[in-house]
């Protein structure tokens, strides 16, 4: 049995989000998997280090899976990349291919990630942006997102981030940084969280909270009130999935 | 009578083309033009710089357009430009608008205007410049596309690098100016021309010529030859339409 761990890319507009759905084929994990299938001729199963909701991107998605074949015999990646990015639907990449040991696993062994909150801060909304950030033309005061981030940084139970209600597990987690940047020549705000990982809608909850803390609907200080009351209804809107990026999974 | 100047952006992907056409709704021109009569409450027809083919996406184009309602009484086209842009398509914006002479003329009053061909050349195709740029992942002689490009600097007959065999007019046009820029941090190749007026097909065909150069298919040193042979049998392919840019039109 050969094991291989990959990268991938994808744009989420298209797709039921990266997870296998009983009733559609439309995610990004069911198209990863059949054309894997298919060029490798026999059924693959794929694992993911999490999923990602519908419209969210990835620019580097890990997923490993194990298979028969030795597929980079004589090959360090490129003609296997070449030729499955040639199947692959235009919105998904695979970015890179290599041979792991049987025990990796994409999710289990992840240890970090960063993800991406991107926002369209120009006018009337950048045309090419309108699938890949989220558009918001009134004016933030970026310094007090960057108090509110401060206060999020370290070891929290972030049960008011989270949208699961019925979470089980610990809901408690590490964020070692938040980086606040403004690309004034492409009018973005970039919101880039790293974190020891992430509850389910975290990422989005905390850009829509300090979103309405940028607007002036809210202050920095509420932030360690939040984050004590372990209530979602503490904590700010959920904001919109076309905004986020996985950038990076670390092992 | 009230005159307007307009500037538009737009994605072309999923249109076809600018141009009002008999059997199909479906242009730029005419979401403009439907959007705009509905707003005023009048019909409206607008007249562009120039039309852009299918796939062609524009940052600058330009209209003017007539009409009985004095638009901008007791605003300087940001409430206008607001209302507009919530109905308009997301891949067609409005950015500005402004009084003009009402004999000002977007196409005949032209001066000078800017196109832009972008390649994506990274490895395996930048997804998210799938409908924004040509892809090409073979390695490119830069300094040859930069020789063959200052040969096609000032006035000629553009005949060989024109799509309509049954031009009446003049195919005699002036290049100022043919930038060739590498964006390596997006791996991103740029060719940015400004004439006084290019011929049909006129940018995708001298992109088509010169990535040729680049990839070592023609040399610069033919460029003379193909501009005086008056023949498009001697030039290179028409480049696909989805990397090309309408930047910016001078008057």
């Avoid at 997102?145 to 987690?173: E, P, Q, V, Y």
């Avoid at 009351?229 to 904001?239: E, K, M, Q, V």
């Avoid at 905004?243 to 670390?250: A, E, P, R, S, Y």
């Amino acid at each position: 049995m050969n094991s291989y761990k990959c990268v991938t890319a994808y744009e989420g507009t298209r797709y039921n989000g990266w997870q296998k759905q009983g009733n559609t084929a439309n995610t990004i994990q069911c198209k990863l998997e059949e054309t894997l299938s298919k060029m490798i001729g026999e059924p693959i199963e794929i694992t993911a280090s999490g999923r990602t909701d519908a419209g969210v991107h990835a620019l580097g998605q890990v997923f490993h899976f194990h298979c028969s074949v030795e597929l980079l015999k004589d090959d360090d990646g490129i003609i296997f990349l070449t030729e499955i990015n040639n199947f692959l639907p235009k919105d998904i990449r695979l970015l890179n291919i290599e041979s792991c040991s049987s025990r990796f696993h994409a999710r289990l062994n992840a240890v970090k990630k960063t993800y991406q909150y991107r926002i369209d801060t120009s006018t009337y909304g950048n045309l090419f942006l309108r699938n890949t950030a989220h558009h918001i033309a009134s004016p933030m005061d970026i310094s007090a997102i960057k108090n509110g981030a401060s206060l999020l940084l370290g070891t929290h139970d972030f049960k008011s981030f989270c949208s699961n209600k019925r979470l089980k597990k610990s809901s408690i987690r590490t964020i070692y940084d938040i980086h606040i940047e403004e690309d004034k020549s492409n009018n973005l705000l970039l919101f880039t969280f790293t974190g020891n990982g992430f509850l389910y809608n975290m990422v989005r909850i905390l850009s829509g909270t300090l979103i309405e803390i940028g607007l002036g609907l809210r202050t920095p200080e509420q932030i360690p009130a939040i984050l004590e009351g372990c209530d979602r209804a503490l904590s700010g809107h959920t904001a919109p999935a076309k905004g986020l990026f996985l950038l990076h999974v670390f092992y």
